[in-house]
Each structure stands twice: as structure tokens, then as C-alpha cells.
């Protein structure tokens, strides 16, 4: 089972950019399509981008175009930039496998300030 670390968050104001890490051990990263999913209070996790095993990209409409996952399979990292932040995208956000599985790590906050 994947253990997962996130980081990089933090206080923002609205329009600056923040770039979040994701470390992953006991599974190889090569191996699975890979997700940043976001769950702000009193809210549903959801998922926000999506990075297959052949790099192909997928995002939550919302965050189209100010969004963008990475992944470096050599260091077991999957990664998310974020430009042109907006206090809607507040929230603490988590990697995982996509679909989800297993057990989540504990997230790293963002706020953005308006």
C-alpha cells in the first residue's frame, strides 16, 4: 500500500502561485496513473488533476488553464502548479492513485486570500 506525503501549501493572496509536492514509497510510481484531489470544509473530496502512465492530463474545469500536474518516476513524485490562485480553490489537497485507493496522507493546506 502506498504511503504518500504531500507538501507545498500555505497563504497565498489571490493571483499568486504555489507548487505542491507529492512523495510516494511502497509502490513504484511508473506503474499507476496518479491524481491530486482537493477537499475544502465542509466539502466533498474531489478530484482536481489527473496524470496517466503516458503523461496524459486531465482537470476539474474549474482549474483549467491555472492547473498543471507533473510526475518524475525516478524520484516517486507526482507534483501540482498553480498560477492565478483564487480563494475558491482553498482547501487541503492530497495525492493518491486515481481512482483513489488505500489510505491518504495528510494533505497539505492552501489558502488563497482574497
Known amino acids: 500500500q502506498a504511503q504518500l506525503v504531500e507538501s507545498g501549501g500555505g497563504l497565498v493572496q489571490t493571483g499568486g502561485s504555489l507548487n505542491l509536492s507529492c512523495v510516494v514509497s511502497?509502490?513504484?510510481?511508473?506503474?499507476?496513473?496518479w491524481a491530486w484531489f482537493r477537499q475544502a470544509p465542509g466539502k466533498e473530496r474531489e478530484r482536481v488533476a489527473r496524470i496517466t502512465t503516458t503523461n496524459n492530463t486531465a482537470y476539474l474545469d474549474a482549474v483549467k488553464g491555472r492547473f498543471s500536474i507533473s510526475r518524475d518516476n525516478p524520484k516517486q513524485s507526482v507534483y501540482l502548479q498553480m498560477i492565478s490562485l483564487q480563494p475558491e480553490v482553498s482547501g487541503v489537497y492530497y495525492c493518491n492513485l486515481a481512482p483513489a485507493y488505500g489510505s491518504w496522507g495528510r494533505g497539505t493546506q492552501v489558502t488563497v486570500s482574497s
Open positions: 511502497g509502490t513504484p510510481l511508473y506503474f499507476n496513473a
